[in-house]
Each structure stands twice: as C-alpha cells, then as structure tokens.
C-alpha cells in the first residue's frame, strides 16, 4: 500500500495546512489503496537538527523523521517566508539523512500573500528536493491569499489543480514503483 | 610493521569481522536468541582460525538489533577458543567508554589469547549510546580525540600522568597488567571521509578504511591523504599499515552472489541506519573496480589484488553475517575463502612475488 505523507512546513497560519488536508483528502479519496498521513509542524515540538541519525531523534521530531522516511510519497506545503521556506520547513530537512528522498514521489503546495512570489517553490525548494534525489513532480499548485475564505479553499481552479497535481502524483508513484520493480528484479 | 605484528613479506592479511548484527532473517523471519547469536560469533572465529585467516574481530554496538555491547567479553571467549588467529575490536568505541578500562580489559586478552590482541578505536556511527552510558553526544568529536590520545599514551607508558577534560586526572597511575609484549597495535577506525584519515595520519596511528560500496579508487583519496599526512608530521607511512574493511560474499557465480547477499545486506543497512542499500548501487557490486567483493571465488581474488595494487595495504577485512544471515551461509563462505580465496591472494601478495 502507498504511504502518503502531507507536511504543512510552517507553525504560523492556517493556509498551508488547509491546502496540504484538502490534497490530502483528495488522493485518498481517488485512490482508496492509500494510506494518508497528516503532519502539521504546528502541532508539535520539533528541536533542531544536530546532524545525528534520523533514527536517534526522540519525541515528536523523531516520529516526524520516521514518518518521512517510511513514506512512498510526500506532499510539501510551504508558504513564503522571506522570499523563501520557512526556517521550521528548512530544519525537516536538515534533520533527514542525505538521500533521504530517494525513490520518493515528491509534490509541492505552496500558499502566498502575493503572486509575486510565485518562482520561490521553484528556486528556493525545488533544489533542496532535487538534492535529497527526490522524485519531482514537475508542477505545484500556487495559492493566493485570496483562495481562501476561513479555512477553506474557495476558488475552484485551485480546487482543479489540485486534482490534477494528485493524478500526477499517483501516476508517477506508481509508475516509479513498477520500473524499478522491472529494473531489478533480479535482486 | 613489526611493531603492529605484521610480516608484509608474507603476502597480505586477511580477516574477518564482525559487528554482532543480531537481527531476525529477512527471509524468513526466524530469529536467533542472544544467546545463539554469541555463540555462533565465537564458532565463527574458531572457523576462520582453521581457514587459516590472520584475523577476527567484533565490533561495540549498543543499540538494537546487535548482540555484542559487551565485545571484549565476547574477545575473551574467542581468546580462550582459538590459538592462532590474531583478535581485535571493529571497532571499540572509545569517546563512550575510560581508556584506563579499554586497556585493562584488551591487556587481559592478549595474556588470554597469548599475544593476539588488538584495538581499534572508533567513534560510532549511531549516538544512542552517549545517553546510555552517560555522555553528551555534543562533545562527539573532543570525547574521541581525548580518550584516543590517553589510550595511545596508556600503551606508550605504562606509568602515565595525564590530566583532560572528560576523565578525572591520572597522578602516577599504573595501568596494568601490561600486554605480553610491552604493547598493543591500536588502530584508528575511519569511515568513507579523508577528514578523519588525515587525523590517524598525522598522529601516525594505523588505520581501518571501512568502506559500504563505490569505486575502488575513490577510496585510493582516503589512503592517500593518510600516507601523505603521516609523511608531513615525520612519521614513515612505510611503518604504518593499512587495513581496508568491507562487504563480502562469495557463490558460484557473481549474480548468485549478489541476490543471496543484497537481502542480508539491505536489511542489516535498514536496522542499523534506518536506509536500506539501493538495489541499482548493489548490483553495480559485480564490476571488478568495485568495492564490495561478491562474486565467484576467482572474480573476488581479481578484485582483492585490484585493490591491494591500488591501496597497498596490509589487512584487508570481510564483513559476511550481516542482516540475520543464516549461519550456515557464512560458514560456506568461510569454507571457499578457506580452499579457494586465501590461497591465491596469499600466492600472488608474498613479497617475492611483488608485494609491498
């Protein structure tokens, strides 16, 4: 069974997590064989990464590492902080081993107050991913303060996009999974 | 190399080691009591000292899925067990643990074992154990390089006067009882990185390479930055040996090799670190330029004497029972090593044959 993981990067608002539940909800809904898992950083206490084994990390941080790793697919929501990721969202990362994402699906939610903002994903995430060996979906979904109306996404474009970005997910999941199973077999 | 009881004209060493993985079979989920485990490790020695190999050793892991935390103990036992085979630690974790101690307890079974014992000293690749045995795992690096220098100093000396920062002071101390031969060889275990090579280099301390996989002459950048460290602070990197440490397997042919071997393997990589080995790096082992040796017999003796031109070192030692491998897979393995492996490397390392 896929294991999905959405992460919504940030402690501060309401909006990342709003778009990485309703992804969520919408791959799970799709595609009834998977097993969806939500991580909402503002829910726990994450300490900083000292470089020691994933594994060693106790405590929320720890149940955060093990979950990334054991997940076959991970959906990263992100806001903009200072024209970049949000400094918890950067510490995920930093706590992970290298090749952490290695045969891992990988897609992008991103929430902003202004369009402005919109190539942050691609240059200030998109590489981090990319160096962990994440499998990338290409596209992410790019919402605007104005999608949503009290927790709730309200534009049903990005509700459309969404869908698609979950269809792109799922396919390239398990299109993945089968080459490699193909690639090597033999072992 | 006299002084660490190597003969190079004798042709390389060969040995085996072990990190006590106590880990259920991944392919059929029977597991071992702590009990057999430790047992079979000490069979395993008796095995390799009537293969004819040069060395065994046992390595400290405190976390899960190991056997031997207590591996001087089980050092013991394997002294008693055998006669001939050199015994050491892969490695002792030094930063965790008092040198006065370490070298008590090492001194111990090299009278045990009648002059055979060794120590290598490493710093641990998982931190639970800085907890479990009282430590900060923020002075990681300072606690190794203390405790190192004390231990190398207890081997020099066997009155010692020292004072540091993680230890109480030694005023006079008499560290005893002392090896039979006035003194221990004490390595330094290094991992993939040079960082740590160019430390035993410049202390002039010999050195354990281990290496999981990845071309051969990557790892030819670590020796050389040793020898070319040791050189720089006026030591003779001649004197100082080498020893190289990785995965091995050996079946008929290299493809039964690798899938006998990859499940042990990943698993033994998934218990320990928590990532298993990617199948695509695993089956890239089979070329001869790569690090692991598993293959046929004759395919594994072209790849040991590769890398014995290439690194010019003096002990190379195989890691087998990984991952809940059954024992009676080792035992065949010791068994070609034995009859099939051994022999040739020795033939074509004696010096006279061209060997350093």
Do not use: C
């Not at chain 2, 030819?220 to 003779?236: F, S």
């Amino acid at each position: 069974m896929m294991k999905v993981v959405g992460l919504s990067g940030t402690i501060v608002g309401s909006k990342t997590k709003t778009a990485v539940d309703y992804t969520l909800k919408t791959i799970a809904e799709k595609y009834p064989g998977t097993e969806t898992k939500l991580i909402d950083l503002a829910e726990y206490q994450v300490q900083f990464s000292d470089g020691r084994n994933y594994l060693d990390y106790e405590g929320d941080t720890g149940m955060i590492t093990r979950a990334i790793m054991d997940a076959d697919v991970l959906i990263i929501g992100t806001p903009i902080f200072q024209a970049s990721i949000p400094g918890t969202l950067k510490n995920i990362f930093d706590l992970l081993p290298q090749y952490a994402l290695k045969d891992k699906v990988v897609s992008i939610v991103a929430t902003a107050g202004s369009s402005r903002h919109f190539l942050v994903p691609e240059q200030q995430l998109k590489p981090i991913l990319t160096y962990l060996k994440a499998q990338l979906v290409q596209n992410y979904v790019f919402i605007e303060e104005q999608d949503f109306y009290r927790k709730e996404i309200v534009n049903d474009d990005v509700k459309f996009r969404i869908e698609r970005l979950a269809e792109d997910t799922m396919m390239l999941a398990e299109t993945y999974a089968n080459i490699r199973e193909a690639a090597y077999n033999e072992l | 190399m006299n002084q660490y009881r190597i003969d190079p004209s004798k042709g390389l060493e060969f040995g085996i080691y072990t990190l006590g993985d106590h880990v259920p079979d991944p392919k059929t989920g029977k597991s071992t009591s702590p009990q057999e485990r430790i047992q079979q490790i000490i069979e395993y020695a008796k095995l390799a000292e009537q293969a004819g190999l040069d060395f065994f050793s046992v390595g400290e892991s405190h976390q899960n899925y190991f056997a031997t935390q207590a591996h001087t103990v089980v050092l013991a036992a394997i002294a008693q067990a055998t006669s001939k085979i050199k015994i050491g630690s892969t490695a002792t974790i030094i930063s965790t643990s008092d040198p006065v101690r370490v070298y008590e307890d090492f001194s111990t079974i090299d009278l045990i074992s009648n002059g055979r014992a060794e120590i290598v000293a490493g710093r641990a690749s998982r931190v639970g154990l800085f907890d479990l045995l009282g430590y900060n795992v923020h002075d990681y690096e300072e606690l190794f390089e203390e405790k190192f220098d004390l231990l190398r100093l207890i081997n020099e000396q066997e009155v010692v006067n020292w004072s540091g920062e993680f230890r109480a002071p030694l005023r006079n101390a008499k560290v005893i009882p002392r090896p039979l031969n006035g003194s221990l060889p004490i390595w330094r275990a290094v991992g993939g990185s040079p960082a740590s090579a160019v430390k035993a280099g410049f202390a002039g301390v010999p050195m354990v390479m281990a290496h999981l996989g990845g071309p051969a002459s990557v790892f030819k950048r670590t020796v050389d930055v040793y020898r070319e460290a040791a050189r720089k602070a006026g030591h003779n990197p001649d004197e100082l040996p080498v020893a190289t440490a990785g995965f091995f397997y050996a079946a008929e042919t290299s493809q039964q090799a690798l899938q006998e071997f990859y499940p042990y393997v990943n698993e033994s990589m998934m218990k320990s670190n928590g990532q298993g080995f990617h199948r695509q790096l695993f089956m890239q082992g089979s070329d001869p330029h790569h690090i692991i040796n598993a293959g046929s017999p004759q395919q594994i003796i072209e790849k040991i004497l590769y890398q014995h031109e290439l690194f010019g070192h003096q002990r190379y030692i195989a890691q087998i029972d990984l991952g809940g491998m059954p024992f009676d897979q080792v035992k065949r393995n010791i068994e070609l090593i034995g009859t099939e492996i051994l022999p040739a490397i020795k033939k074509y390392t004696k010096k006279s044959e061209g060997g350093k």
